[in-house]
């Protein structure tokens, strides 16, 4: 069975304070893997894809990589405005759905 | 901005009583899913268009019902709305390629959906 294991479930930072969000998968095949930020009452923000063991893609202070097992969202001296739940979904193969992590809840406090 | 639009951002509805909630899309793309998110999980596929063949996910109830009478819009029934379907309804949008990447899914703001 296809899982996607996010830690920690949450996370308290202080503002400045750099940290990592893992996303562990087991699947049957990996078309993609995804990161999406979630605000209270909203609907998931894209932020990344990646496709293969080796990728990095960075936007602000965000930086996600990639391996054969695992992905990190890597989160450089954050500030309150990134506090939200942070999502990793895979796509084993086409036509199959996403299967998502539970999320990780990041709070920055100034 | 291309986008995703959801319509309405809250619905409050009666036990029993059927709704629709509604979803648009300025993004082109040919595939469409419904998903269902309760307070704190992660959200659970309940349909998928790709163009207008219909996908039902094995565990969606007979409750629910999806439409889609064109590239741009796509319904979702619930038509007898029990207690336990309360929840964040989110649609998301697609572009299906043929080369062998995923496809990124993007999504729209959701419709809260209160049973009372």
């Known amino acids: 069975e296809d899982q996607v294991t996010q830690s920690p479930e949450a996370l308290r930072l202080q503002e400045g304070e750099s940290s990592s969000l893992n996303c562990s998968y087991t699947?049957?095949?990996?078309?993609?893997l995804f990161w999406y930020r979630q605000d209270p009452g909203k609907g998931p923000e894209f932020l990344f894809t990646?496709?293969?063991a080796g990728e990095e893609k960075e936007k602000e202070r965000l930086k996600a990589t990639l391996t054969k097992k695992e992905s990190f969202l890597h989160i450089t001296a954050p500030k309150p405005e990134d506090s939200a739940t942070y999502l990793c979904?895979?796509?084993?193969?086409?036509?199959?759905?996403?299967?998502f992590g539970k999320g990780t809840r990041l709070s920055v406090i100034a | 901005d291309a986008m995703v639009i959801q319509n309405p951002r809250y619905q409050v509805t009666q036990f029993g009583k059927p709704v629709t909630l509604s979803c648009s899309q300025t993004?082109?793309?040919?595939?469409m899913y419904w998903y269902q998110q309760k307070s704190s999980q992660a959200p659970k596929l309940l349909f998928h268009?790709?163009?207008?063949?219909?996908?039902n996910e094995a565990d969606t109830p007979d409750n629910f019902q999806s439409r889609r009478p064109n590239t741009s819009f796509c319904f979702l029934d619930i038509r007898s709305p029990g207690l336990g379907d309360a929840a964040m309804y989110l649609c998301?949008?697609?572009?299906?390629?043929?080369?062998?990447?995923?496809?990124?899914?993007?999504f729209g703001p959701g419709t809260r959906l209160t049973v009372l």
């Open positions: 699947v049957s095949g990996l078309r993609g």
């Open positions: 979904a895979v796509q084993p193969l086409r036509d199959t759905p996403l299967v």
């Open positions: 998301a949008t697609s572009s299906d390629s043929t080369s062998g990447s995923a496809d990124t899914q993007y």
């Open positions: 993004l082109n793309h040919n595939v």
């Open positions: 268009y790709y163009d207008k063949d219909f996908n």
């Open positions: 990646l496709y293969s």
